[in-house]
């Protein structure tokens, strides 16, 4: 069974940081691309950061350049999601997506919420 579980989330205050993770099962893990997606409130659901199968390779949306930082440990069949510098506006709930054989799969989501 093809299975994403996030955790790491939490109340932090502005300026602080916060490690999300992802584990992955169900799959073979170093086979494909894995993502960071986030939605606040009353908004869609955007990408936030992205890694190639070996972590060779990342993107990152504009708003988090500079201070969120995606890893993976393929042996762990884990991703990572560091986000230092954390402002108010990054609250919101964060999710682990893949695409598994074109049929997009998302774990529950863990929140983040920045507030002094």
């Known amino acids: 069974q093809v299975q994403l579980v996030e955790s790491g989330g939490g109340l932090v205050q502005p300026g602080g940081s916060l490690r999300l993770s992802c584990l992955a099962s169900g799959f073979t893990f170093n086979l494909y691309i894995m993502n960071w997606y986030r939605q606040a409130p009353g908004k869609e659901r955007e990408l936030v950061a992205l890694i190639s199968s070996f972590g060779g390779s990342t993107n990152y949306a504009d708003s988090v350049k500079g201070r969120f930082t995606i890893s993976r440990d393929n042996a762990k069949n884990t991703v990572y999601l560091q986000m230092n510098s954390l402002k108010t506006e990054d609250t919101a709930v964060y999710y682990c997506?893949?695409?598994?054989?074109?049929?997009?799969?998302w774990g529950q989501g863990t929140q983040v919420t920045v507030s002094s």
């Open positions: 997506n893949a695409k598994i054989k074109q049929i997009p799969v």
